[in-house]
């Protein structure tokens, strides 16, 4: 019988099977932030613990509250920086180096296809852009992560979305998975794997698949995952490159890790994207969510471009590409925060940061920034903002405050009108 | 092992999520016992007054999907400082089930028709929980017992007083 892409990854990681549901996994990478990893240091140092299974499989960076904002965020990264210096962890990015996770541990090529992945921090489905297992845990897991290199997992059960048509000018990889998630509900995909194909899929860019794969956890799904083919490997080429002869044979040696044409699936769905029009949220759920045209005219007192979903360099392209020669409305103020150091200098050298000064926005180191309202761009009682993030939920970026989901063209837009805009407009 | 049960506190919504359950801004703490204050601050649920609402309780019963969001332990952490060691819904984000048998405590997922009968006690209900013959005994306006289900890996993590002595006994 054959197997998906989750399912040959799970069985080339398989460390024990304590019952038929549950396995126990190899991890090939153990992610850490300054949010979720310092009380697993201090705990672990308690028990007398204070090890890794690893160092050159632990990556670690600073990036939800940076530069620190007060004495306890100072204390988080403090605890999280004596660690990796202590443990001689090689891949730790501090100030100066730092970027938000999900977009700078894919540019330093630290996710491979066939690759298990956690981290404490719940999109880390990103990662399964790559063709890899990638799933966010909790505290204990990632102190299990660090400490013995395993993690524990239901047996995979996975949900194919073929993906078909085109998508038109002014429409995203963002809305692509705000339409997915507003068809399976936030909690459609809850213990299973969603397996992004079709031939929509392979034409993004491994920017969009991220995008695409990022928010698999606001429908529930363990992780997203697209196959990996030759975006994959070009992407990973400068990582890859003493590996493998050509992007050929990389190309040819992913190919062993693509789902089998008799594979099974809990669920499979096909969407024609076609005619699929920009989304945006209402509410306090990421399923809510309505076509641009129907939410235009609300009014924002904030717009956000960044976060691991939406602050790499080709969402940044996209947001100067309306913004260019023009100015924000004087009812918004526009913050950018570039995802990573590299995504920042690319956009200085490309002329975007230029772009978005001049129309008006703020621009903000790399950090995770706005998106949870732990360090700046944080609304007040009764603000709205149009959000290149995930997550609309009650109080998310700032008590009282109100966030809709868009993507970066949208947000852009919105920026320049003042209240939510359909983007084909300004194209 | 340690009791499970205790007065029951009822969220009646589906889709109660991590930063309902613990905002963001509090993640900052470095100490578990210092998110007590703030358990379900930003609930969005009509009348909820947490400070008040939550005293004497040891069990939630709520809908379907609780406890999705955010990957943060924060969220099992805080009901454990506040002596809430079991959660019983219809169904639970993958991470925070995940999350609370990792930490010694109970996710008990029912049919809806089970989590309306424990709805229809009233008010005061007092729940316990049998690991063994796997039983919710519910007292309220009546008495009744609900049979449930418990994964044989979950239930070893329970008895193991969670994860970390599970994996470092056995990995």
């Known amino acids: 019988m054959g197997k998906t892409i989750a399912e040959k990854i799970f069985a080339a990681h398989l460390r024990d099977t ?57 204390m988080q990264g403090k605890i999280i920086r004596d660690w990796a210096r202590r443990h001689k962890i090689q891949d730790f990015f501090d100030i100066g180096a730092n970027g938000v996770c999900h977009a700078l541990f894919p540019e330093k090529g630290f996710v491979r296809p066939g690759y298990t992945v956690i981290m404490g921090d719940s999109h880390t489905c990103t990662h399964g852009a790559f063709g890899a297992f990638a799933a966010g845990v909790g505290t204990t897991d990632l102190e299990v992560g660090i400490l013995k290199g395993v993690c524990s997992f239901r047996t995979p059960e996975t949900m194919k979305i073929t993906i078909t048509g085109a998508l038109q000018d002014g429409v995203s990889a963002k809305d692509v998975i705000l339409f997915i998630i507003k068809k399976l509900t936030v909690n459609g995909a809850t213990d299973k794997i969603m397996e992004f194909s079709g031939p929509v899929v392979e034409a993004m860019s491994m920017e969009a698949r991220m995008t695409l794969c990022n928010m698999a956890i606001e429908a529930g799904g363990t992780c997203g995952i697209c196959l990996p083919d030759r975006v994959t490997a070009k992407y990973l080429w400068p990582f890859i490159k003493d590996q493998y002869e050509s992007i050929d044979l990389a190309v040819e040696d992913f190919f062993q890790w693509h789902s089998d044409p008799d594979a099974t699936y809990v669920q499979e769905m096909t969407l024609d994207v076609s005619t699929l029009v920009p989304q945006v949220t209402f509410g306090y759920k990421p399923d809510e969510v309505k076509d641009v045209t129907e939410m235009e005219g609300t009014p924002v007192d904030q717009v956000y471009i960044g976060s691991c979903t939406n602050g790499r360099i080709e969402d940044l392209r996209s947001a100067a590409r309306i913004l260019k020669g023009k100015k924000i409305a004087a009812n918004v103020r526009g913050i950018l925060s570039p995802a990573t150091p590299k995504v920042y200098s690319q956009a200085l050298e490309e002329g975007l940061i230029a772009i978005f000064m001049e129309a008006g926005f703020c621009v903000t180191n790399p950090t995770c920034g706005a998106c949870l309202g732990m360090s700046n761009g944080v609304l007040a009682d009764g603000e709205i903002c149009a959000s290149t993030t995930n997550r609309n939920f009650n109080g998310r970026m700032g008590k009282g405050g109100i966030v809709h989901l868009m993507s970066p063209l949208t947000a852009a837009a919105t920026a320049v009108q003042g209240h939510i805009t359909d983007p084909r407009k300004l194209l | 092992m340690k009791e499970f049960g205790g007065k029951a506190l009822f969220l009646d919504r589906n ?28 609930l969005k649920l009509g009348g909820f007054n947490p400070r008040k609402d939550i005293e004497g309780k040891g069990v939630i019963v709520t809908r379907a ?30 991470i925070f089930r995940q999350n609370m048998y990792n930490c010694g405590m109970l996710a ?26 796997c039983t919710i005994t519910a007292q309220g306006d009546k008495k009744v017992a609900i049979l449930f289900k418990l994964n044989e890996f979950d239930k070893k993590l329970v008895e193991a007083g969670g994860w970390l002595a599970y994996a470092d006994k056995n990995y």
């Open chain 1, 18 to 74: 304590p019952t038929p549901e549950n396995v126990i996994l190899d991890i090939d990478v153990v992610m850490c932030h300054e949010i979720t990893t310092p009380i697993a240091i201090t705990d672990l140092e308690a028990r007398g613990m204070d090890r890794v299974f690893d160092t050159t499989k632990i990556k670690a960076v600073i990036d939800h509250v940076t530069p620190a904002k007060d004495s306890k965020t100072a």
């Open chain 2, 15 to 42: 889709d109660i999520n991590t930063d309902e359950i613990i905002p963001a801004k509090y993640l900052t703490e470095n100490t578990k016992l210092a998110l007590q204050p703030y358990i379900l601050e930003d």
């Open chain 2, 65 to 94: 999907n609780f406890g999705c969001g955010s990957s943060r332990e924060h969220a099992v952490w805080v009901f454990e400082v506040n002596d809430i060691n079991v959660v019983i819904a219809e169904s639970f984000a993958r």
């Open chain 2, 108 to 133: 008990i997922e029912l049919p809806k028709k089970d989590i309306e009968t424990i709805f229809s006690l009233g008010d005061a209900v007092t729940i316990s929980v049998d690991l063994t013959g």
